[in-house]
């Protein structure tokens, strides 16, 4: 190796020799001036054989034009205007059905923290899809429920087979589990205001809420009914607020500790493709945050207040979709690490954590259970 003192020499000796008659003949007041002497890098050149100009690799970048690496350009990171798949009436709305459960044994060897014995949980959305099989976990967790949904037949009908269920698959116990439906639009105050008065009334008081009411649509942004998109955020994102302030009033004026889940979506972080989405992308970012800033708001008040976002989840309205749409199945899942969709049932156990005194040192935090979608 060279020693510091030798190179410092050769180059102040290399740097003499070269220097232009013009500079050394100022050298002597311009030397102090300079720390070291100038330099200069030879600047490398392209391969131009491996490398040519707008070739298979440049045209991958922004030196080539639109479409100068083919078809391919962005195919898998966006959306696809031609996908229109509105929200289904009524009508047309396919039943979620009532999960079976394991029943019996499988209580004993659950830690008692995650238990919701005695306690009355509202769960919005209640009478389909996640909401319904969400509500079937709290029951199975030993809570009362109030079913709230806009359908309330529905809700009346799935209130039946939820206890239904519990009786036949906990043979013997005598105390069953009393589940109720209500109706309300989640958008208007005081259709909100009526329901939880009334649910009070039954159940004598509100410990927990699951704000599950919500739906989504396929539009492109420019192409989106301007109503449609007032509806879909009236109920993801008003109702959210709506149920979750006046729970919150009621566990106030009792001096009482509670537990808030919302339901987001990994759409509060991510753009879903090939599908247009805009406004329940939006929407579900507001849920996501209105868990943080009511959990920063209501923590001195002992009411925590977190937030699930599911993936895509295999409900009876996704199956209808897919099968009307079997292209996207495939797409969905490509995008996936884990490779496929969630069932319903794989929401149970976190909304059960996070109503439970498990999750007591949580508030305003989210869980994913996207099967890993947003990591990539």
Not at 148 to 169: G, S
Not at 248 to 253: F, P
Request: aromatic share 6%; net charge neutral; glycine share 8%.
């Amino acid at each position: 190796m060279f020693r510091p003192t030798i190179t410092r020499q050769a180059l102040k000796a290399l740097n003499t020799s070269t220097r232009p008659s013009a500079f050394a003949a100022s050298s002597s007041s311009l030397r102090s001036s300079f720390v070291r002497p100038l330099s200069s890098s030879i600047p490398r050149t392209k391969d131009n054989k491996k490398y040519p100009k707008n070739g298979f690799l440049e045209s991958a970048t922004t030196k080539a034009p639109q479409g100068a690496s083919g078809e391919q350009e962005g195919k898998y990171a966006r959306t696809d205007e031609d996908i229109v798949i509105p929200y289904p009436d009524d009508a047309h709305m396919p039943a979620q059905p009532i999960v079976q459960g394991r029943g019996g044994m499988h209580f004993k060897r659950t830690l008692a923290q995650f238990s919701l014995e005695n306690k009355v949980t509202v769960v919005t959305g209640g009478a389909r899809g996640l909401g319904l099989v969400m509500a079937q976990a709290i029951v199975a967790s030993g809570s009362d429920i109030a079913i709230v949904d806009l359908n309330k037949e529905e809700a009346e009908t799935q209130a039946k087979k939820l206890v239904d269920t519990f009786r036949r698959e906990n043979p013997g116990l005598e105390q069953m589990p009393k589940v109720t439906a209500h109706y309300s639009d989640v958008s208007n105050p005081d259709s909100v205001n009526a329901s939880l008065q009334e649910i009070i009334d039954q159940h004598g008081r509100i410990d927990s809420l699951v704000t599950s009411a919500g739906f989504t649509e396929n539009f492109d942004a420019i192409s989106y009914p301007y109503d449609r998109m007032q509806k879909l955020w009236g109920v993801v994102v008003d109702g959210t607020y709506l149920f979750s302030t006046g729970v919150a009033k009621h566990l106030m004026e009792r001096n009482a500790s509670g537990s808030i889940v919302m339901i987001g979506s990994m759409s509060s972080s991510i753009v879903n493709i090939p599908q247009p989405q805009a406004p329940y992308n939006a929407a579900k970012a507001a849920v996501r945050h209105l868990a943080s800033s009511f959990g920063v708001e209501w923590a001195g008040s002992n009411i925590r207040v977190n937030c699930i976002s599911p993936g895509y989840m295999l409900t009876a309205l996704t199956r209808k979709i897919l099968d009307e749409n079997p292209d996207l199945r495939e797409k969905w899942t490509s995008l996936i690490p884990l490779g496929k969709m969630g069932d319903p049932e794989d929401l149970m156990g976190a909304v059960i954590f996070l109503l439970s005194d498990a999750s007591r040192y949580m508030t305003g935090a989210e869980i994913r259970v996207d099967g890993g979608y947003t990591l990539t």
